[in-house]
Nanobody, 115 residues
């Protein structure tokens, strides 16, 4: 059974930084892509950043230049370095992994940015 476990969320002041980690287990295959989504209270879940197995990243316009997504040396791990955080970055951040037609989600980690 595939599981994704996120870590690294927390409370930070505006302008600060956080690094999120996601570790996948239960798959003998490398995921085609992994990414981060976030959901603010009262809002829909939205893509923050994603990266292919080949290392090609994709970012939401709102985080370009501030966030960096990367894949770890260990198989099926992904990180999100978040710098210059803003209050509007607050939300639950979910890790997503995709292989073929299957999508997998973690349970999320809360990021709160205070002004």
């Amino acid at each position: 059974q595939v599981q994704l476990v996120e870590s690294g969320g927390g409370l930070v002041q505006a302008g600060g930084s956080l690094r999120l980690s996601c570790a996948g287990s239960g798959s003998i295959f490398t995921f085609n892509s992994m990414g981060w989504y976030r959901q603010a209270p009262g809002s829909q879940r939205e893509l923050v950043a994603a990266i292919t197995s080949g290392g090609s990243p994709n970012y939401a316009d709102s985080v370009k230049g501030r966030f960096t997504i990367s894949r770890g040396d260990a198989k099926n791990t992904v990180y999100l370095q978040m710098n210059t955080l803003k209050p509007e970055d607050t939300g639950v951040y979910y890790c997503k992994a995709q292989r073929s037609v299957m999508n997998y989600w973690g349970k999320g980690t809360l990021v709160t940015v205070s002004s």
